[in-house]
């Protein structure tokens, strides 16, 4: 291409007008940054945002570039945009609007084929690829968008680069001031921590040392890396997604078990052999399951009062000869299973085997505890209960039942301490509220 005639925008000029607009990019960044933090925060969404001023020297570069691939294509037309600022789509100037003052003072803006849109940029960075796209909605919903783009998403798993969602905003009126132009444009991306993380590193292998795309085992080597990134994505939303299913099923398993406390004695229990077909049905492929998915099928039976089908999946996993700290887990579970089935005999035992197994395990004297007080051996309950919170002190199921125990002993001002160290936990529940007044009552 002839050299001549070219208009070069002259850095050191470029430069002084640059750095006086920075100040003003910076007080814009730093309004989004605090309402994005808090917006975000608001929707349980523990996002890190970042936010940057795009350097002068990487703004100078591209947009020599750029002017460079306007005179290669002989294309006119478009607009750099007021704020002069970054490259995320290939759009042009109608899309983001024209000023007739450009205060970035960018010789040629106006002639750009593809405008530069990310001086100012912002990341939100979120630990699990399910809140990207609720991030995404946020950013949607709450600013103008003028462009958008899944980056990245057109690669096969045997190329590698960046993948985010990219976002052009209008700066809201509120965040700016009189200094920045009305249409003015901001970058916005939103990825995944690992995502973050190869962006940074990308940036500074590939960019930064000129990277050549015939360096063929580089790039299979980098390809790797970015495969295994996103399947670790992948696997750590598999695991969050296995947590809060196992979390439910807990719960789940949990009041179940405090409502059979205190209906014991009092009503017919069913569900003791209920639920063996539903056994027959999964004994085809629980052969094949992982400890986890037989976990899962366990408390979810459990939940269902389908204890007998329950019984025997935790005895599956027991005869697969789990960690120690599994095997105390599941021992506990099987004895929940067994307590709520009314076989407190076969409860005791897998208490008292879990405590063996794991002499710490402050659930399984806990447990333990309640079904020596099924037994009225209010003696032996009182001492599992203390046992119980050495371990965990802060248990309000433990500091009522120790409690009762404790009212059952006549020891009254010793069953007021525990109910009223019990309700600093839970302050607004009804059973320590009941049992709080009547030993108020008794005490008179």
């Not at 940054?33 to 996002?47: D, F, G, I, T």
């Not at 530069?116 to 968008?145: K, N, W």
């Not at 500074?204 to 015939?214: C, R, S, W």
């Not at 125990?405 to 302050?427: F, S």
Request: charged share 30%; net charge negative; proline share 3%.
């Amino acid at each position: 291409m002839d050299s001549s005639g070219l208009q070069i925008p002259d850095k050191q000029r470029l430069s002084e007008q640059y750095h006086a607009l920075v100040p003003i990019y910076e007080g814009v960044l730093d309004r989004l940054h605090h309402s994005l933090k808090r917006e975000l925060v608001a929707r349980e969404l523990h996002a890190t945002v970042k936010t940057r001023v795009k350097s002068f020297e990487s703004y100078y570069r591209k947009l020599l570039l750029r002017m460079s691939d306007t005179e290669a294509s002989g294309a006119a037309g478009g607009s750099i945009g007021a704020n002069g600022i970054g490259d995320s789509a290939e759009i042009d100037g109608s899309a983001i609007g024209e000023e007739e003052d450009n205060l970035s003072g960018v010789p040629g803006w106006k002639d750009l084929r593809v405008p530069i849109t990310d001086v100012m940029g912002v990341r939100i960075v979120c630990p699990f690829l399910e809140q990207v796209e609720t991030a995404c909605d946020y950013v949607r919903s709450h600013y103008e968008v003028i462009h958008s783009e899944e980056k990245g998403a057109d690669q096969s798993f045997r190329e590698f680069g960046y993948q985010s969602t990219h976002f052009l905003i209008r700066v809201p009126a509120d965040f700016r001031t009189d200094s920045l132009p009305k249409d003015s444009i901001c970058e916005v991306q939103v990825c995944t921590l690992l995502q973050d993380a190869w962006a940074e590193v990308e940036h500074e292998l590939i960019y930064k040392a000129e990277f050549t795309p015939f360096d063929e085992p580089l790039r299979r080597k980098l390809a790797a890396l970015n495969a295994n990134l996103t399947l670790s994505d992948i696997i750590f939303q598999e695991i969050r997604d296995y947590q809060r299913r196992l979390h439910a099923e807990l719960l789940k398993r949990r009041r179940d078990f405090l409502d059979r406390v205190q209906s014991a004695g009092k009503s017919p229990i069913d569900g003791r052999s209920n639920g063996e077909e539903e056994l027959s049905l999964r004994n085809g492929s629980s052969a094949a399951l992982s400890l986890d998915d037989l976990l899962l099928s366990a408390l979810h039976a459990h939940n269902a009062r389908k204890y007998s089908v329950a019984i025997k999946l935790y005895t599956r996993i027991l005869e697969s000869e789990p960690s120690t700290n599994l095997e105390a887990i599941v021992l506990v579970h099987r004895g929940m299973a067994h307590f709520a089935n009314e076989d407190y005999g076969e409860a005791l035992e897998d208490f008292k085997a879990a405590i063996k197994t794991d002499p710490q395990n402050g659930k399984a004297f806990y447990y333990r505890g309640i079904v020596y007080r099924m037994n009225r051996d209010y003696r032996k309950a009182l001492r599992d209960f203390d046992r119980s919170l050495e371990l965990s002190p802060y248990e309000f199921d433990t500091l009522l039942s120790r409690s009762r125990i404790h009212l059952e002993l006549g020891n009254l001002p010793k069953a007021l301490e525990d109910c009223d160290n019990a309700l600093r936990i839970e302050p607004k529940e009804e059973e320590a509220l009941a049992l709080r007044l009547r030993l108020i009552s008794e005490t008179k």
